[in-house]
């Protein structure tokens, strides 16, 4: 699961988005932007509606404190870890599917 987030919160390295790649877009904080095809992408979608949520939820230590360490939420966490992992999650696994319907390109960086 792992893997699969990171590719759908990544990309894919070898995409072609070199047009991205200048400081107006990346000012080359973190990785340059990343291209997933059509294709890609409804891998991803078709991955991420086969993950069991409760599965890696269950698995997380019972205090929220402990929680959010163990998810790397450093300074302490208000809130229920476990709702707000899984809030996220729901949204990236729709914004997917939407997006694989649509047969749709997506392009990942952090800015």
């Known amino acids: ?36 095809g059509p294709r890609a992408v409804a891998v991803i979608a078709a991955a991420l509606d086969r993950v069991q949520l409760d599965n890696p939820l269950s698995s997380l230590p019972a205090s929220t404190a402990d929680a959010a360490i163990a998810c790397g939420f450093r300074g302490g966490f208000d809130g229920d870890v476990r709702e707000h992992l899984a809030e996220h999650f729901v949204a990236l696994r729709e914004f997917y599917r939407t997006a694989a319907r649509r047969t749709q ?5 952090v800015d």
């Open 1 to 36: 699961m792992i893997a699969l987030l990171d590719r759908a919160l990544s990309g894919d390295p070898d995409g072609d988005v070199g047009f991205l790649d200048h400081d107006e877009v990346h000012d080359g904080f973190g990785d340059p932007p990343h291209l997933l």
């Open 105 to 109: 390109c997506v392009v990942t960086w």
